[in-house]
């Protein structure tokens, strides 16, 4: 197994997750991982159905705390802290399934997520200000959705809500955004649409942690790549590496697979 280049020597990581596990009964859907994310970097996680990625994002997020294991985010402890405070501490996250208020238009959806995704607010006191209305716009212009405010988002096509989740993820203003499958059930245009709109979105210097099972899209975009496997990490290091990592190939990928994915990298390098 390749290891990260330099993961010792990794200067103040903004997330260290240490010996994380979560435990559904008898259930090690994370077991004993530990990763360290740098700012600025975009961290890609694969692996099988059912090998833990969105369990670690719960985790994270502090939806589904860790049964045990330490989650540093810029040297404080958040592992036990609700998922309201996580975000306010600078970590926002999309989901595989679009999240969304259907009957509300698409800015009043990322004016919500602006409201809520900041600081502490009590609902009997919630009305839209304008003075969100700055950092609203700017989300969506970041995702390319500025022409489509107006819509209904019940209406939109599953690319364009995929999109909006990321617009109010954006509103809250994270330092790490964590995205669940972005590109899912999208079509190849559709894939490199949203590819452009992330690589824009690392261009601001927000940090990602991406899971994929697309593997063109994650290779493309991390910096760094992690497999899981049954709640473990069995590969950790350059997305390059990962096409020759036997374990990978065998769990994963598949030779056919592999060998395409191989091939795209060095198309794309050269
Ligand atoms: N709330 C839960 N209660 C019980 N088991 C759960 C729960 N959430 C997840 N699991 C189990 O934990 C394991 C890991 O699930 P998880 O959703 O994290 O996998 P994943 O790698 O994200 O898979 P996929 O690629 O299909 O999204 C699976 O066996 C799943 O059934």
Same mark, same amino acid.
């Given at each position: 197994?390749?290891?990260?280049?330099?993961?010792?020597?990794?200067?103040?990581?903004?997330?260290?997750?240490?010996?994380?596990?979560?435990?559904?009964?008898?259930?090690?859907?994370?077991?004993?991982?530990?990763?360290?994310?740098?700012?600025?970097?975009?961290?890609?996680?694969?692996?099988?159905?059912?090998?833990?990625?969105?369990?670690?994002?719960?985790?994270?997020?502090?939806?589904?705390?860790?049964?045990? &294991?330490?989650?540093?985010?810029?040297?404080?402890?958040?592992?036990?802290?609700?998922?309201?405070?996580?975000?306010?501490?600078?970590?926002?996250?999309?989901?595989?399934?679009?999240?969304?208020?259907?009957?509300?238009?698409?800015?009043?959806?990322?004016?919500?997520?602006?409201?809520?995704?900041?600081?502490?607010?009590?609902?009997?006191?919630?009305?839209?200000?304008?003075?969100?209305?700055?950092?609203?716009?700017?989300?969506?212009?970041?995702?390319?959705?500025?022409?489509?405010?107006?819509?209904?988002?019940?209406?939109?096509?599953?690319?364009?809500?995929?999109?909006?989740?990321?617009?109010?993820?954006?509103?809250?203003?994270?330092?790490?955004?964590?995205?669940?499958?972005?590109?899912?059930?999208?079509?190849?245009?559709?894939?490199?649409?949203?590819?452009?709109?992330?690589?824009?979105?690392?261009?601001?210097?927000?940090?990602?942690?991406?899971?994929?099972?697309?593997?063109?899209?994650?290779?493309?975009?991390?910096?760094?790549?992690?497999?899981?496997?049954?709640?473990?990490?069995?590969?950790? &290091?350059?997305?390059?590496?990962?096409?020759?990592?036997?374990?990978?190939?065998?769990?994963?990928?598949?030779?056919?697979?592999?060998?395409?994915?191989?091939?795209?990298?060095?198309?794309?390098?050269?």
């Amino acid at each position: 197994m390749e290891t990260a280049a330099g993961d010792d020597q990794m200067e103040e990581p903004l997330l260290t997750c240490r010996n994380v596990s979560k435990h559904f009964g008898a259930l090690a859907a994370v077991n004993n991982l530990s990763v360290k994310v740098k700012a600025g970097e975009v961290l890609g996680i694969g692996g099988p159905n059912g090998a833990g990625k969105t369990t670690l994002f719960e985790a994270i997020s502090g939806l589904n705390p860790a049964s045990s &294991g330490e989650i540093i985010f810029q040297g404080r402890d958040i592992t036990r802290l609700p998922p309201d405070a996580v975000c306010h501490a600078g970590i926002a996250r999309t989901y595989q399934l679009n999240a969304g208020f259907d009957s509300m238009s698409v800015r009043d959806n990322v004016r919500v997520a602006a409201y809520f995704g900041r600081r502490n607010r009590r609902i009997p006191g919630f009305r839209f200000g304008s003075d969100s209305d700055a950092q609203v716009r700017e989300a969506l212009e970041l995702v390319g959705l500025a022409d489509k405010g107006d819509e209904l988002t019940g209406r939109l096509p599953v690319v364009d809500r995929k999109l909006l989740m990321l617009a109010g993820a954006l509103a809250s203003n994270p330092k790490l955004l964590l995205m669940d499958e972005p590109v899912g059930g999208l079509n190849p245009k559709e894939i490199d649409l949203v590819m452009e709109v992330t690589r824009r979105i690392v261009g601001r210097g927000i940090t990602i942690i991406l899971i994929e099972h697309v593997m063109r899209f994650l290779v493309q975009l991390s910096d760094r790549v992690l497999i899981m496997h049954h709640g473990e990490k069995i590969y950790e &290091g350059s997305p390059q590496g990962l096409v020759h990592d036997r374990n990978v190939v065998d769990v994963y990928l598949g030779e056919g697979a592999s060998q395409r994915l191989g091939a795209l990298m060095q198309q794309v390098s050269a």
